[in-house]
């Protein structure tokens, strides 16, 4: 503390992201990385643009909003791009969330969104999941400025249809809808193709995940032009530079390569479903899951014990101590070897 601080400091509760120690042979599963390298056409794309680091970048990052265009079959004027999805997160909160009636989101998702409503003084009511831990629509039927569902939802990993999410925009025609796809391309269904009929609809998506470049830190928007206008409007009274000239040329490169993006999320849900048939004979529930994670409990076991006890065998994953979740593991799904190994070290704990 100090008396130089601004009085909002006092007040803001800063997200805590998933660690990252530096461990040999540490079995990684806490923060829902890829486990495979991004394309090899990344590295080459990133080793070419290095000429480049002399200049500023381009303040539009224009030729990744083309290929991002190009490849979800909207207009470049539909496309925002930031500094990971968190930041184009909370430019969204700013430009496009902050009005008198409340924002709603679940009770139980991604755990920065209420932080960005503390830092930009956004007012919002959290809308419980139901028992079965999935978001049901009805439930957001009371007044409110707009809605934020993360779908598939985080840390549950259970997804909403798009016929879902469609009707959540008919019946909120007058609130923005945003949705946040961090997880969407490991079997969910994206909500993009609405865009053209749904001037309320803000769809959210990340590099981070599905594309291994969760260190470059790209993130992208998708709505109509309005809404991606709001959006620039606050980054140019903030950073005109959010990405860099190598972020934008490494980025281009993963969403043009197609061919690696499919080869590595199939693998991925392959070992999901794999995952959850060994998770779910020794006894764990494991809610059925479109994401890159499982979320987990055991009926004899706490959550933070079996933590604990992986932790001592050399594995992470995440644990939320928070109500209605703390029994929950939410791990993530690794190469085939890291979930052989976390069944083992779990079978030994169970
Ligand atoms: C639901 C959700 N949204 C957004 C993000 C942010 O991703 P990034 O800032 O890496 O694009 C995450 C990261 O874990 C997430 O879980």
Redesign the pocket.
Known sequence: MSRFWSPIVHTLTPYVPGEQPRVDGLIKLN??ENPYPPSPRVLEAISGAHPRLRLYPDPRATSLREAIAAHYEVSPGQVFVGN???EV?AHTFQALLKHDAPLLFPDIT?S?YPVYCGLYDVAYQEVPLDDAMRVDIADYRRPCSAILI?NPN?PTGIGLSRETIEALLAEHPDQLVVV?E??VDFGGESAIPLVARHDNLLVIQ?L?KSRAL?GL?V?FAIGQAPLVEALERVKDSFNSYPLDCLAIAGAVAAIQDDAWFQETRTRIMASREILTRALSGLGFEVLPSQANFLFARHPRHSGADLAAGLRARNILVRHFKKPRIQDFLRITVGSEDQCARLTEALRGLV
């Open positions: 923060t829902n990971g999805s968190d997160l991604y920065f993360a985080a946040d961090a997880y990340t981070s969760a830190r993130g």
